[in-house]
């Protein structure tokens, strides 16, 4: 199993529901990937070496959409199934047994909505960019890009800077970002969850939490503390325990020689100050984690 970083929290709890579905169905998991989120060769490399130790199965969340192409057909070539989980894969659906994610171009329309919500329909607003070759967090920048057209009094002002993979490398582009448009900007949307943790450290540096509309992607212990404290306007939240478990599953039935869906959706959710406290959400603010 080969996640696209081993660093952030959310790889963890993907790790515990891979565990969990592991234990069930008497599968081994064996868990390696880069330790950075945008080392392409660090992937390739693991990849390559799994299909070296002829593994049964591998399940991969691809950091680059066209980079990880060619190393899953030479997988499928040498008779290595592989489920995609997480962020898709281009080059066609033929290299894989199923892709099992999230709905992250619903994810980035919910996020819009909740942020138009949250403005009352107008102001100014900034998109931070994750890491290009990144699908699944494009997915959520076209989502809401594509979602705000539908509230022509709420103007994106910026759209275009990425932010990195790491917290800091987002503090530094969210500091440059309000250097421009901090007398302009209403609202800013993050979409992970190193961006959003770079974005509230800038926000707070700059006095501006709670100020400014925020609506985060993927939570931390400091993301929803800063929810509860009115920090965050608003979390968009995955299942990163459904989604390491359901992908070990549909890997399970490919080796078996079961049907396997092409697709698996493993939920998108909006977490806010009103509904903090039910129980899905906090489950999911507070996933479990190796």
Not at 85 to 105: E, K, P, Q, R
Not at 138 to 151: P, S, T
């Amino acid at each position: 199993m080969i996640p696209k970083g081993t660093t952030h929290i959310f790889w963890k709890s993907v790790h515990y529901g891979a565990l969990k579905a592991a234990e069930e169905l008497g599968a081994e998991i064996q868990w390696r990937g880069p330790q950075k989120e945008s080392d392409r060769d660090e992937q390739i490399n693991v990849v390559q070496g799994f299909v070296n130790k002829r593994v049964d199965g591998i399940c991969l969340a691809p950091l680059d959409a066209d980079a990880l192409v060619r190393p899953v057909q030479e997988a499928r070539r040498g008779g290595v199934p592989v489920v995609i989980f997480d962020s898709a894969l281009n080059g066609g659906s033929d290299a894989f047994a199923s892709y099992v994610a999230t709905d992250n171009y619903r994810g980035g329309q919910l996020a819009a909505e909740t942020m138009a919500e949250k403005l009352g329909g107008k102001g100014n607003v900034i998109l931070l960019r994750y890491n290009q070759g990144s699908d699944s967090t494009h997915q959520r920048e076209e989502g809401f890009l594509k979602a705000l057209e539908a509230f022509p009094d709420i103007k994106v002002i910026s759209s275009d800077q990425y932010a990195g993979t790491t917290t800091e490398s987002a503090m530094d582009k969210a500091q440059q970002v309000l250097n421009r448009y901090a007398d302009q900007v209403d609202g800013i949307f993050a979409v992970c969850e190193p961006n959003a943790e770079g974005v509230l450290r800038a926000l707070e540096d700059r006095k501006l939490a709670g100020k400014v509309v925020f609506v985060g992607f993927d939570s931390s212990d400091a993301m929803a503390k800063s929810l509860r404290e009115g920090k965050l306007s608003a979390i968009v939240l995955q299942d990163p325990v459904q989604m390491g478990y359901l992908a070990v599953v549909s890997m399970v039935k490919a080796i078996r020689g079961e049907p396997v869906e092409p697709f698996v959706d493993t939920g998108v959710y909006v977490a806010t100050q009103e509904n903090i406290d039910t129980e899905q959400i906090q489950k999911l603010l507070n996933p479990e984690k190796v």
